[in-house]
């Protein structure tokens, strides 16, 4: 089957390596892809939220099978626009991308399904927001409404702090559209995991959970980014909370999106808190994680592009997932100052002495500058690696992302320590 990816990040080129291994993909295209998804495919220019570029290529390649990688293809229509013409499509139409497009509209959604979540207000003025944070108290959670690459949520417990990111967005306009309204929130306690589920817009089929790392820095210290590292599985959430999670969080959701007239079909991505109460969620998302779907891709044994199909189609009922019982730990490297200004264009060396320690290493933010990758982005590469144990998993991905180098490159040094500790304990 001749196959398009839309994207061009670490998620996109895990999914890539996913499809090129796939019995059900024929030909395989990405549009606008990087350097490492080219070593796999043929790579389209083209802008992958411009829903009628997207569809010409289609149409001019004979494509069948689209697979959306990012959020921004999906709020633009991209999806609806391609399944007008009859193209099957892993990935929401419009209306059901507002899951992860508005974060008041996902709330009004939980609400209505019944989903365990923290309380919450939407605001568009400063006074309202402010108000909402001294109601709801310290730790204070202040988060765009729209999307913002990861980056338009503040977590914090100085309360003169979190105005400041209540003026951020609403008053100087740092998010643009997306922090034209912002939603105030209560704080939930207790570690965070990630469980995606695949979905036909009736059908859920969990993948195992992941943890992902928001912070820059250590410790959870710095600024929120778009994921620093990531690591599978997550001994926080073993299989009867993964159970639990898809019976009162991921089916509830999927079954209420039916009913409001916006089936979601795609990969449903729930960001959890998992409390003194139980499981809550912190987020939703409209599509795979990034890092957590570098962590899981090489745990994935299944064939990818068939689930995939499968999702498309609303054919899910009846497969299921199969994985490697070893542990994936994922460091992602970042250019010096991201998730602030940071600059690029640097030469990146030591990318085949990563893979020659048995990793995988994924493009996020390279480009070719004559011949030679370069730096592109924010974050640049993701490392990711398997063994046996998380304590295998994390030592081997970081000798191989220490093999890497390039002018500013910055990296969290405790992805996946304390799932490590905790699994010594157990052992």
Not at 229 to 247: F, I, K, L, M, W
Not at 250 to 278: D, E, H, I, N, S
Request: hydrophobic share 45%; aromatic share 6%.
């Amino acid at each position: 089957m001749r196959t398009l990816l839309l994207g061009s990040g670490g998620r996109e080129h895990a999914l890539a390596w996913a499809l090129s291994r796939s019995d059900t993909v024929g030909e395989l295209f990405a549009l606008p892809g990087n350097p490492g998804i080219g070593e796999l495919c043929e790579l389209l220019s083209g802008k992958a939220e411009d829903p009628s570029e997207v569809l010409a290529a289609v149409q001019r390649l004979g494509v069948e099978l689209v697979v959306v990688g990012p959020e921004a293809p999906l709020v633009a229509g991209v999806a609806d626009s391609l399944r007008q013409e009859g193209v099957a499509v892993f990935g929401p139409d419009a209306k059901a991308a507002r899951l992860e497009g508005s974060k008041s509209f996902a709330k009004q959604v939980m609400d209505s399904a019944g989903v365990p979540t923290g309380e919450w207000e939407r605001c568009d003025e400063v006074g309202d927001a402010i108000a909402a944070l001294d109601r709801f108290g310290p730790p204070y959670v202040v988060k765009a409404d729209g999307l913002a690459a990861g980056k338009g949520v503040a977590v914090t417990a100085d309360r003169d702090q979190a105005i400041e990111a209540v003026r951020d967005r609403l008053e100087r306009g740092v998010f643009g559209a997306a922090g034209s309204s912002v939603v105030i929130e209560e704080h939930l306690d207790g570690p965070e995991a990630s469980l995606i589920c695949f979905s036909d817009g009736e059908h859920v089929l969990p993948c195992e959970p992941a943890q992902d790392f928001k912070r820059a820095l250590d410790d959870d210290a710095g600024p929120n980014t778009g994921g620093m590292g990531a690591y599978s599985p997550v001994p926080d959430c073993p299989p009867g909370v993964a159970d639990g999670v898809v019976e009162e969080i991921l089916q509830p959701m999927v079954r209420t999106l039916a009913t409001m007239g916006c089936p979601f079909v795609g990969a449903l991505y729930a960001g959890l808190a998992l409390t003194a109460k139980g499981p809550k969620v912190v987020e939703f998302n409209a599509r795979f994680g990034d890092p957590e779907t570098q962590a899981l891709i090489p745990r994935l044994t299944s064939d990818f592009g068939e689930v995939c199909l499968a999702s498309a189609t609303g054919e899910l009922e009846g497969l299921k997932l199969d994985w490697t019982p070893d542990a994936c730990v994922v460091v992602v490297i970042a250019s010096g100052g991201y998730p602030g200004d940071h600059q690029t264009g640097f030469p990146i060396d030591g990318i085949e002495e990563a893979i020659a320690h048995g990793a995988l290493v994924f493009h996020a933010g390279t480009a070719l500058d004559n011949g030679r990758v370069v730096t592109a982005g924010g974050r640049v590469l993701t490392v990711a690696a398997l063994d046996t144990s998380i304590a295998g998993a994390r030592a081997r991905a970081y000798a191989a992302a220490g093999e890497i180098r390039f002018e500013g490159r910055h990296m969290r040094s405790d992805i996946a320590a304390r799932a490590e500790a905790v699994e010594r304990r157990a052992l």
